[in-house]
Structures are given as structure tokens and as C-alpha cells.
């Protein structure tokens, strides 16, 4: 299981929410909000358009009609429908019913329209989002703390607010403003000073509510690192495979207190900004309320007086409360501030990520980048190669010299940490080394065209990826591009052991490896690892010229991996082979091991010539026989047995 985050102590400081770059409202921002959802659909923007003319008018409309309506009550009463009085209240009833029934039915319509309109941004965001993550060819950035930070927000992930929410969130807030907006002006026909009265009013009141949500946006931003950590450990507690050894291990009540600390530790700061801003929202409430009765007492007023008829005096009654839309401020708009600020991070990451924004020796996009199809015809060369990972304290490599012949197979060894794994993620160009080169037939891997490169190495990690496509898919995940080759693919299941498994399933090659879908099935860990060996072999088959094998047959007993590499060495034949293992009766197959200690290598030669030299490999060889033989450690070699790592 990953292991948690650590907490340090004391916390950085953190900027002010109130000065956060991305917390202020900008109606730039809502508008833009618009404009993403006409790229993505003209037509939608117009029909969204059109339900907020709806939202804005026929709830007014409805409570004008009813006020006129009950205006000409009397009068109809008196002189019978048939009058003119009698005609002017069918009229102004039958518009109510109208613009009522409108009302009921545009709820559930704008319920499917969001659905819909959710979809769609849906679809385009993330694309975006992937898009974005997967154009670096490494893997660095997918570590970098403030990239997940920006990727957290952009999806939404602190608080849900998912930014293809924002143009429906931005549409319904227009409608209510719009629906406000009418009723001052309604008002303002009465009384002038009223209508701008009110106006202004609700306007004020929105003034400081609007700035407690953006300190509260501003507060989570700048306590994404420990809400990530929160987010972290929920995943951590609700996945399968974490959740059996929390109960197992019993640390089940640690996971819940560690992510309530987290949150506590986030959203404090949030909390103080809150009781802050809320007395400032308090004060102007009164002047909201003193606004609202003079209204009310107005119109009781004129009403008194005999200033004004019954159905003037019903329509503003009505749109005295309607003028709140106005002000009216709800969970949907902090929710669309969240929203808002998240789409600076999408394009940040859109430009930060892209390969053009890479260093030069980073880059896919150069044009004098050398193809490396059919490398290596010689050999591939690390010179002087000095690497630490970001945020380390000490050289994982430092003046790394080593020499992998084309068409041989080499076994790195080392205790572990010694940077075995990392080795194989800079011939991969997953990651650049700091200083010194890799040379594939004399050229600079930095000066390949990287994805061509890596399309030219095929990986089998021993955290292989389970992927929950079909079985065919699985196999020829790294070639899905170009039409699969049926006799390489089969021939590939065949060598790696997982031809009769495949064939075995439900569906066989077309059956999903994944209980979590219908038709579904899972596989054992070593079933798995057999598919993805076979992916690493159809890759080879297909015209791959370097295998990195690290780890591959952790999960398989003995005697199968005993078989698997008595195939592998007839499978790897003219083909660069790199594998890391720590059963020595596997690396002693390969034509050369490579001995990883202090950040070097150390010794290189075949299983014979080390034993003979008597070094690191030769003692580290006979401590892992001797715990299989039972003998001194200085005992004769291994002959298979349980993985011991040395």
C-alpha cells in the first residue's frame, strides 16, 4: 500500500486568502464560462439562453397576471364575466395559467438541459486534463506537488465543485439576477426610489457575502495541500485492496483521525475568515431589512389611503420579495467560485505541460530530433551519469559509467535502493539524468524524438498496471494506434504463459479484465503478470529493439519463472535486454550482470567471471544459496527456491 503523507511540522505559512491571485469574481470569468460551452455547442448556448429569458420572465409574469387578476375580482363579481371586467380577469388569468404551466414544465426541461450540458463539458474538460498530463514524456510533473495541486482544483476535487458545472451554475445565476432586476423595474413604476432602493440594497448586501465566499475560496486554495492529503487517505480507506489491511492491521481508526486532522488543518483558517466577514454581513442585513419594511410600509401606506388599486397593490406585494434574486447569494455561488478558479488552473496546466513548454532536452517537438526506429544496432552507453530526484538530499547516480551491448541481455543487481528501477527510468527518458548522457548507437538520447524512443522500449514493471480494458486490449495497449497484429499477439500470449488463461475466460480475448463491468473478470497476480509480460513481448514483436524486465516474475512460484526464462532467453535473442531480479538463479542467465552500489557500477562481467572475482556479486550470491541450501554462505550456487531479498 503507498504510504501516506507525512505531516511537517510547523506548517508553512500561507498567503492571505484575501490576496490570492485567482480569488476575486470577474465577470470576465463567467462569461468565459459561456464561451467554453459555445465551443463545445453553439446550439446549446443558444437553448441555454433561452431557458434564462424563461427563468427571468414567466415567474413575473405569472405574479403580475395573478395581481391583475385580483384586481378585477371585484369588479367581474359585480358585473359578470361577460363584462368587460369579467373579460380583462379570464385575460389576465389565462396568462397566469399560461406562463404558470411554461414554469412547470421549464424545470424539469432545464433539469435535462443541465444533464446534458454537464455531459458535454464533461467530455471536453477532461480531455483537456489528459491531454495536458499525458504530452510530457516524463513522469516528473506528475510529482510535483504544485501540479497536483492544480490538478486537484482543476477537476474540482476539493470541494466537488466540478468546472462543467459552471456554465448551467452561470446561466441559473444570470436568470435570477435578470428575475430580480425585473421586479425592481416593476417597482420602479409604482415608486421610482423603490425599485432603485431595493436594487441597491440587495446589491450591497451581495457585496460582503460575495467577499466571505471569496475568502472561503481563497482559504482552500491555499490549503490544497492538506485537503489533497485528506482526499488522499479517503481514497486510501475506501479502496479494496487498502481497505483488507486496515482491518487486518487495525489501523482503520488512524486513517479516520489522520484525514480529520487534515481537514481541520485545512479548513481552519476558512473557519476564522468566516466568523470575520460574518459581522460585516450582519450589519448590512439590518440595512437590507430597513429597505425591505419601508417598502412594505409604502404600500400598506397608499393601500391605507386609497392611493393605489387592489390589483397594483397585489402585483407589488409580489415583486417585493422577487426583487431578492438580485442579491440572493446560495451554495451554488461558492460553489461557482470554486468552479471559476479552477479553470486558470486547466489552462495553467494546459500551458505548463505542454511539450512546447519544455526544456530543449525535454522536448518531442524538435524538428532536428533523430528517428531511433530500428535502435540500438550497437550498444546503448550511460557516461558519467549523476541523477538525485527532486527534493533529495543525497545522489541516487553519481559518475554512473555502463555499456548495455545491443542483442545481449544485462541483470542490474544491488541492494535495494541503489537505483536499479531508476536506471531503467532514464533509459526509458521517463526521467533526464543531471549531468552526463546516454548515448543509443552514438547519439544523445536527449536528441531522439523522445516518443519514438520510448515507443522502441518495452517495459514490464513489477507495479504493472492492471488495466480494465479487454484481454486483447491489455496486450496490445502500446500499439492500439495501428492495426494489431492477431499472429504476433497470439504468439506473444504463447511465450509469456497467458495464451491459455486468455483463451480460458468467458469471452476469451474479448472479455474484460475487470470484475467491476458486466461480463467482467478478474485474474490472479500472477495471471496478471503474464498478460503484461505478454505486452512487453507483442511490443518486441512488433519492432521494439529494448526489453526491461524489473521485477517480472515476483509473483510467480519458482518453477514458472524457472520456465519463463529458459523461453526468455530464446524469446530476447537479438534483442537489448535489462532485467532486475533478486533471485540470482535468475540473473546468472544473463550474458553480463551489472553490480549497482553507491550510486556506480561497481562490477560488470557474466555469473562465472564475478564468482570468480570474488566481489560484492560473488558474496551477495552465496548469502542467497546458503539460505537455500542451508549451508555457509560461502556454500555453492542457488538452484531456485523462495524470492529472499538480499
Same mark, same amino acid.
Given at each position: 500500500?503507498p504510504?501516506p503523507?507525512?505531516?511537517?511540522d510547523?506548517?508553512p505559512?500561507?498567503p492571505?486568502?484575501l490576496?490570492?491571485?485567482?480569488?476575486?469574481v470577474r465577470?470576465?470569468?463567467?462569461i468565459?464560462a459561456?464561451?467554453?460551452l459555445?465551443?463545445?455547442?453553439?446550439?446549446?448556448?443558444a437553448?441555454?439562453?433561452?431557458?434564462?429569458?424563461?427563468?427571468?420572465?414567466l415567474?413575473?409574469?405569472?405574479?403580475?397576471?395573478?395581481?391583475r387578476?385580483t384586481? +378585477?375580482?371585484p369588479?367581474a363579481?359585480?358585473?359578470?364575466?361577460?363584462s368587460?371586467a369579467?373579460?380583462a380577469?379570464?385575460?389576465?388569468?389565462?396568462?397566469?395559467g399560461v406562463?404558470?404551466?411554461?414554469?412547470l414544465?421549464?424545470?424539469?426541461a432545464q433539469?435535462?438541459l443541465?444533464?446534458?450540458?454537464?455531459?458535454?463539458?464533461v467530455?471536453?474538460?477532461?480531455?483537456r486534463l489528459?491531454?495536458a498530463?499525458?504530452?510530457p514524456?516524463g513522469?516528473?510533473?506528475?510529482?510535483?506537488?504544485?501540479?497536483?495541486?492544480r490538478l486537484?482544483?482543476?477537476?474540482?476535487?476539493?470541494?466537488?465543485?466540478a468546472?462543467?458545472d459552471a456554465?448551467?451554475t452561470?446561466?441559473?445565476?444570470?436568470?435570477?439576477?435578470?428575475s430580480?432586476t425585473?421586479a425592481?423595474?416593476?417597482?420602479?413604476?409604482?415608486?421610482?426610489?423603490l425599485?432603485l432602493a431595493?436594487?441597491?440594497?440587495w446589491?450591497?448586501v451581495?457585496?460582503?457575502?460575495?467577499?466571505?465566499?471569496?475568502? +472561503?475560496v481563497?482559504?482552500?486554495?491555499?490549503?490544497g495541500?492538506?485537503?489533497r492529503?485528506a482526499w *488522499?487517505?479517503f481514497?486510501?480507506a475506501?479502496?479494496p485492496?487498502a481497505?483488507? !489491511?486496515a482491518?487486518v492491521f487495525g489501523f482503520?481508526?488512524?486513517l479516520?483521525?489522520?484525514?480529520?486532522?487534515?481537514?481541520?488543518?485545512?479548513?481552519?483558517?476558512t473557519w476564522?475568515?468566516i466568523?470575520?466577514?460574518?459581522?460585516?454581513?450582519?450589519v448590512?442585513?439590518?440595512?437590507?431589512?430597513?429597505?425591505?419594511a419601508?417598502?412594505?410600509?409604502?404600500?400598506?401606506?397608499?393601500a391605507y389611503?386609497?392611493q393605489?388599486s387592489l390589483?397594483t397593490?397585489?402585483?407589488?406585494l409580489t415583486?417585493?420579495p422577487?426583487?431578492?434574486a438580485?442579491g440572493?447569494?446560495s451554495?451554488s455561488?461558492f460553489?461557482?467560485e470554486m468552479?471559476?478558479t479552477?479553470?486558470?488552473?486547466?489552462?495553467a496546466?494546459t500551458a505548463?505541460?505542454t511539450?512546447?513548454a519544455?526544456?530543449a532536452?525535454?522536448t518531442?517537438?524538435?524538428?532536428?530530433a533523430?528517428?531511433?526506429?530500428g535502435?540500438?544496432?550497437?550498444?546503448?552507453v550511460?557516461?558519467?551519469?549523476?541523477f538525485?530526484y527532486?527534493?533529495?538530499?543525497t545522489?541516487v547516480?553519481?559518475g554512473?559509467?555502463l555499456?548495455?551491448?545491443?542483442?545481449?541481455s544485462?541483470?542490474?543487481v544491488g541492494?535495494?535502493?541503489?537505483g536499479?528501477?531508476?536506471l531503467?527510468?532514464l533509459?526509458?527518458?521517463?526521467r533526464?539524468?543531471?549531468?552526463?548522457r546516454?548515448?543509443?548507437?552514438?547519439v544523445p538520447?536527449a536528441?531522439?524524438?523522445t516518443r519514438d524512443?520510448?515507443?522502441?522500449?518495452a517495459v514490464?514493471?513489477?507495479d504493472?498496471?492492471?488495466?480494465?480494458?479487454?484481454a486483447q486490449?491489455?496486450?496490445a495497449l502500446n500499439?492500439?494506434g495501428?492495426?494489431?497484429d !492477431?499472429?504476433?499477439?497470439?504468439k506473444?500470449?504463447?511465450r509469456?504463459?497467458?495464451?491459455?488463461?486468455?483463451e480460458?475466460?468467458?469471452?476469451?480475448?474479448?472479455?474484460?479484465?475487470?470484475?467491476?463491468?458486466?461480463?467482467?473478470?478478474?485474474l490472479?497476480?500472477?495471471?496478471?503478470q503474464?498478460?503484461?509480460?505478454?505486452?512487453?513481448?507483442?511490443?518486441?514483436?512488433?519492432g521494439?529493439?529494448v526489453?526491461i524486465l524489473?521485477?517480472?516474475t515476483?509473483?510467480l512460484?519458482?518453477?514458472?519463472e524457472a520456465?519463463f *526464462?529458459?523461453?526468455?532467453?530464446?524469446?530476447t535473442?537479438g534483442v537489448?535486454?535489462?532485467?532486475i531480479?533478486?533471485?540470482?538463479?535468475?540473473?546468472?542467465?544473463?550474458?553480463?550482470?551489472?553490480?549497482?552500489?553507491?550510486?556506480?557500477?561497481?562490477?560488470?562481467?557474466?555469473?562465472t !567471471?564475478l564468482?570468480?572475482?570474488?566481489?560484492?556479486?560473488?558474496?551477495m550470491?552465496?548469502k542467497?544459496?546458503a539460505?537455500?541450501?542451508g549451508g555457509?554462505?560461502?556454500?555453492?550456487p542457488?538452484?531456485?527456491?523462495?524470492r529472499?531479498?538480499?
Amino acid at each position: 500500500m503507498p504510504k501516506p503523507p507525512t505531516r511537517t511540522d510547523p506548517a508553512p505559512a500561507r498567503p492571505s486568502p484575501l490576496r490570492h491571485p485567482l480569488a476575486a469574481v470577474r465577470t470576465s470569468r463567467r462569461i468565459r464560462a459561456l464561451k467554453l460551452l459555445a465551443s463545445v455547442s453553439p446550439g446549446l448556448l443558444a437553448t441555454v439562453a433561452a431557458f434564462v429569458i424563461a427563468e427571468a420572465i414567466l415567474p413575473n409574469l405569472t405574479l403580475i397576471a395573478m395581481g391583475r387578476a385580483t384586481g +378585477r375580482i371585484p369588479a367581474a363579481a359585480r358585473d359578470g364575466l361577460g363584462s368587460t371586467a369579467g373579460h380583462a380577469l379570464l385575460l389576465a388569468l389565462a396568462v397566469a395559467g399560461v406562463c404558470y404551466g411554461l414554469s412547470l414544465v421549464r424545470g424539469p426541461a432545464q433539469d435535462a438541459l443541465s444533464a446534458v450540458v454537464r455531459a458535454r463539458m464533461v467530455v471536453t474538460l477532461q480531455r483537456r486534463l489528459v491531454t495536458a498530463v499525458s504530452a510530457p514524456a516524463g513522469i516528473a510533473h506528475l510529482e510535483d506537488p504544485a501540479t497536483l495541486d492544480r490538478l486537484a482544483n482543476a477537476q474540482g476535487q476539493l470541494m466537488n465543485a466540478a468546472p462543467a458545472d459552471a456554465p448551467m451554475t452561470v446561466a441559473a445565476q444570470l436568470g435570477g439576477w435578470l428575475s430580480g432586476t425585473m421586479a425592481c423595474l416593476v417597482l420602479a413604476t409604482f415608486r421610482w426610489w423603490l425599485g432603485l432602493a431595493m436594487f441597491v440594497a440587495w446589491v450591497a448586501v451581495r457585496r460582503p457575502i460575495g467577499q466571505l465566499i471569496r475568502s +472561503r475560496v481563497g482559504s482552500f486554495r491555499a490549503a490544497g495541500e492538506p485537503l489533497r492529503r485528506a482526499w *488522499y487517505l479517503f481514497a486510501i480507506a475506501t479502496r479494496p485492496g487498502a481497505a483488507k !489491511e486496515a482491518r487486518v492491521f487495525g489501523f482503520g481508526g488512524w486513517l479516520a483521525a489522520r484525514h480529520r486532522d487534515y481537514y481541520v488543518e485545512g479548513l481552519t483558517p476558512t473557519w476564522a475568515e468566516i466568523r470575520r466577514q460574518g459581522k460585516r454581513v450582519a450589519v448590512v442585513a439590518i440595512g437590507v431589512l430597513a429597505v425591505f419594511a419601508l417598502g412594505a410600509g409604502t404600500l400598506g401606506w397608499t393601500a391605507y389611503h386609497r392611493q393605489i388599486s387592489l390589483g397594483t397593490l397585489a402585483v407589488m406585494l409580489t415583486m417585493l420579495p422577487s426583487s431578492m434574486a438580485v442579491g440572493t447569494v446560495s451554495m451554488s455561488d461558492f460553489q461557482l467560485e470554486m468552479m471559476l478558479t479552477a479553470m486558470p488552473d486547466l489552462d495553467a496546466l494546459t500551458a505548463s505541460l505542454t511539450p512546447a513548454a519544455e526544456p530543449a532536452s525535454a522536448t518531442t517537438a524538435r524538428t532536428d530530433a533523430v528517428d531511433p526506429a530500428g535502435m540500438p544496432h550497437r550498444d546503448i552507453v550511460f557516461e558519467d551519469v549523476g541523477f538525485r530526484y527532486p527534493g533529495g538530499d543525497t545522489d541516487v547516480f553519481d559518475g554512473l559509467d555502463l555499456t548495455l551491448r545491443a542483442g545481449e541481455s544485462t541483470a542490474l543487481v544491488g541492494v535495494n535502493g541503489a537505483g536499479k528501477t531508476t536506471l531503467v527510468t532514464l533509459l526509458a527518458r521517463l526521467r533526464d539524468p543531471d549531468r552526463g548522457r546516454i548515448l543509443v548507437d552514438g547519439v544523445p538520447v536527449a536528441d531522439l524524438r523522445t516518443r519514438d524512443w520510448q515507443k522502441q522500449v518495452a517495459v514490464v514493471y513489477q507495479d504493472y498496471t492492471r488495466y480494465p480494458v479487454t484481454a486483447q486490449q491489455n496486450i496490445a495497449l502500446n500499439l492500439l494506434g495501428t492495426p494489431i497484429d !492477431e499472429e504476433a499477439l497470439l504468439k506473444a500470449a504463447e511465450r509469456a504463459g497467458a495464451l491459455d488463461i486468455i483463451e480460458g475466460l468467458p469471452n476469451g480475448w474479448d472479455t474484460i479484465l475487470s470484475p467491476q463491468y458486466e461480463g467482467g473478470q478478474d485474474l490472479s497476480g500472477g495471471q496478471w503478470q503474464r498478460v503484461a509480460l505478454a505486452r512487453a513481448l507483442y511490443a518486441i514483436a512488433r519492432g521494439a529493439g529494448v526489453l526491461i524486465l524489473d521485477e517480472p516474475t515476483a509473483q510467480l512460484d519458482v518453477r514458472a519463472e524457472a520456465a519463463f *526464462y529458459e523461453r526468455f532467453l530464446e524469446i530476447t535473442h537479438g534483442v537489448t535486454s535489462v532485467v532486475i531480479s533478486h533471485r540470482f538463479s535468475t540473473v546468472r542467465r544473463a550474458d553480463r550482470i551489472a553490480v549497482l552500489d553507491g550510486g556506480r557500477i561497481t562490477e560488470l562481467g557474466s555469473h562465472t !567471471e564475478l564468482l570468480d572475482h570474488g566481489g560484492t556479486y560473488a558474496e551477495m550470491f552465496h548469502k542467497q544459496a546458503a539460505a537455500f541450501t542451508g549451508g555457509p554462505a560461502s556454500g555453492g550456487p542457488a538452484t531456485g527456491g523462495r524470492r529472499k531479498r538480499a
